[in-house]
T-cell receptor, first 112, second 111 residues
Framework: NAGVTQTPKFQVLKTGQSMTLQCAQD?????MYWYRQDPGMGLRLIYY???????DKGEVPNGYNVSRLNKREFSLRLESAAPSQTSVYFC???????????FGEGSRLTVL | TQLLEQSPQFLSIQEGENLTVYCNSS?????LQWYRQEPGEGPVLLVT?????EVKKLKRLTFQFGDARKDSSLHITAAQPGDTGLYLC???????????FGTGTRLQVTL
């Protein structure tokens, strides 16, 4: 079972460069999420999508954009990367009703 | 922004010891989840508690939701090295579409 797949797993960027993190889930979930994880701060929600065609801001959306391409795919884009965006990024999808989150393995991004 | 504080932040114990991790907030949650995360992986759900005062057991792990649904605890009996990891609590308000995660407790169990 693939579950939630994220690419790339590692990326190093220079300040000002752009990149897109890709995420796909095969569990037919409506809801998908992007979180960032920083030491001592737990997981913070960047953006989420309750269903195909809808996206909403989370706690820390500044500097990011998202696209819900279809039910399976939810991408996160950094238009102009900054060192403060150095983090581990997790994509997740959720079961309906219970809201149990299924996470990908994470994408470790370093911005120099 | 709702805040979920976990304590302790770090815990290093020997195999066989018992421990309790706490998750506290000033907000009321409709449900609370506990996840465990191992290095290089995403968090994995352990349990969801919904009712105030609810107690759930998962082998050697006991989870409790506070009566007022503002706090929760995780108790591990006779810890084993396989329990090592980052434990995260996450609270939901209203629908479960947006979870607020706690700051995490990093547990290390040594032989």
């Amino acid at each position: 079972n693939a579950g939630v797949t994220q690419t790339p797993k590692f990326q190093v960027l220079k300040t000002g460069q752009s990149m897109t993190l890709q995420c796909a889930q095969d569990m037919n979930h409506n809801s998908m999420y992007w979180y960032r994880q920083d030491p001592g701060m737990g997981l913070r929600l960047i953006y989420y999508s309750a269903s195909e065609g809808t996206t909403d801001k989370g706690e820390v959306p500044n500097g990011y954009n998202v696209s819900r391409l279809n039910k399976r795919e939810f991408s996160l884009r950094l238009e102009s990367a900054a060192p403060s965006q150095t983090s581990v990024y997790f994509c997740a999808s959720a079961t309906p009703n219970t809201g149990e989150l299924f996470f990908g393995e994470g994408s470790r991004l370093t911005v120099l | 922004t709702q805040l979920l504080e976990q304590s302790p932040q770090f815990l290093s114990i020997q195999e066989g010891e018992n421990l309790t991790v706490y998750c506290n907030s000033s907000s009321v949650f409709s449900s609370l989840q506990w996840y465990r995360q191992e290095p290089g992986e995403g968090p994995v759900l352990l349990v969801t508690v919904v009712t105030g005062g609810e107690v759930k057991k998962l082998k050697r792990l006991t989870f409790q939701f506070g009566d007022a649904r503002k706090d929760s605890s995780l108790h591990i009996t006779a810890a084993q090295p396989g329990d090592t990891g980052l434990y995260l609590c996450a609270g939901a308000t209203g629908t479960a579409s947006k979870l607020t995660f706690g700051t995490g407790t990093r547990l290390q169990v040594t032989l």
